[in-house]
């Protein structure tokens, strides 16, 4: 069974869902294969719990669709990162599901944050006495979670903020600490010691606090083995079917398809050149389709002397600039009977996806899947007894 689901909430902007018959492209996300993404994670960490995490609209796929599934397949913890993520997740799934705040929250946002049940990861010494503050102003302790900085200067107490709190314990008074947590940096290599270095510095700093269960590993950090799971695990873009890392293949199902509607097909010479600053020229008669899908759609204009767009198993190369709206394609090996104006071409599929994209454009799936623009048709896919 398949179904379109529109969601607006008064806490965040959703985009309308432009009607397909209206819309330049397709945004196909294949919701039985996030749950099934969940569930092989949740297997491969036995011991720790495997949480969701569905910021940024969970990574630009929807988070009022993404979440109650996720929840479905077995998902009991959610991470987002701003406190207005979560108060429109707390809508969206079970009054008994966690939401954990990853930034934490704005001196002026932290009561909104803990009312609403929402748990703040609390960054720096600044954030630990504000939330002391709350829990004396609100009379009872406060739940949250505790971030260390083990080597990568972004988030979290370094290893001075930690020896304050030891030999300084009352700073943590009406602070319930439900978990201590850590980010790797390098858990996409896995070869990379400070992989290792990161979880021993963890465990050296986590000795010296109040007793909390441990959380380092995120979607990649997964698949770096048992020790790094510690007691929960925060898989992210692995759930949406991004590549843990590329040594090994891709075991996560794909999870998104996007097919653009062709605007024009036009007949090349040799010497005629295409797109903006003309960069790209002709070298003999070719047929061209120009396409409705461009940088203001999540396909970066650097990406095209890499990128390609499929039809029927074949690679058509995009070719000269992407535009803000469009990009061109070459079509010449396709016959003229199989191919015209308002078919459509795969600028995602099951073989080509977010990673393969990112190849093309220097960078990661991550970026890739976060900048899918709003101006698709989106169709939501389920087998409900898949889940």
Same mark, same amino acid.
């Given at each position: ?13 959703? &985009? ?14 294949? #919701?039985? @294969? ?13 011991? =720790? ?32 990162? !701003? ?12 009054? %008994?599901? !966690? ?9 002026? @946002? ?27 102003? #609100? ?18 107490? &370094? ?16 602070? &319930? ?26 465990? %050296? ?41 590329? %040594? ?33 020229? =002709? ?74 994209? =990112? ?29």
């Amino acid at each position: 069974m398949s179904w379109v689901v529109a969601v607006a909430s008064s806490c965040v902007s959703v &985009s309308p869902n432009w009607p397909a018959y209206r819309a330049g492209a397709v945004l196909t996300i294949d #919701l039985a @294969a996030i749950a099934a993404n969940y569930r092989l994670l949740d297997a491969r960490t036995p011991g =720790a719990l495997c949480a969701a995490v569905v910021k940024s609209d969970a990574y630009g796929l929807g988070a009022a669709q993404v979440a109650p599934v996720l929840e479905q397949a077995g998902a009991r913890h959610f991470f987002v990162a !701003h406190v207005d993520e979560g108060l429109a997740l707390r809508q969206w799934v079970s009054p %008994t599901a !966690h939401i954990t705040v990853l930034h934490g929250a704005r001196p002026e @946002a932290a009561e909104d944050c803990v009312q609403s049940g929402l748990r703040p990861v609390l960054n720096s010494l600044e954030q630990v006495s504000q939330l002391q503050a709350l829990a004396d102003k #609100l009379g009872r302790p406060l739940d949250a979670a505790l971030q260390l900085d083990t080597g990568m200067s972004r988030f979290g107490l &370094s290893g001075a903020d930690v020896r304050t709190l030891a030999q300084e314990p009352e700073r943590l008074r009406g602070i &319930s600490l439900s978990l201590i947590m850590s980010h790797l940096a390098c858990a996409d290599t896995p070869d990379n010691p400070a992989n290792a270095e990161q979880l021993k510095t963890l465990q %050296t700093y986590a000795a010296q606090l109040p007793k909390a269960p441990l959380s380092l590993a995120a979607s990649s950090g997964i698949f770096l083995g048992q020790a790094f799971h510690q007691s929960l695990v925060r898989p992210g873009a692995a759930l949406y079917g991004i590549a843990p890392n590329t %040594t090994a293949p891709n075991p996560l199902a794909p999870v998104v398809k996007l097919q653009a509607h062709i605007l024009q097909i036009r007949q090349l010479s040799k010497g005629d050149r295409v797109g903006y600053g003309l960069t790209w020229q =002709a070298d003999g008669p070719r047929r061209v389709a120009t396409i409705a899908t461009g940088y203001a759609d999540g396909f970066a204009r650097q990406g095209a002397g890499k990128g390609c767009a499929w039809f029927g198993g074949q690679r058509l190369p995009i070719l000269g600039r992407i535009s803000m709206d469009s990009m061109t394609v070459d079509i010449s090996h396709i016959p003229e009977r199989q191919i015209a104006a308002d078919d459509t071409v795969d600028l995602l599929n099951a073989s080509y996806g977010v990673d393969a994209v =990112a190849e093309a454009e220097g960078t990661i799936g991550y970026e890739v899947l976060t900048s899918l623009g709003r101006r698709y048709h989106r169709v939501y896919e389920n087998t409900e007894q898949n889940i």
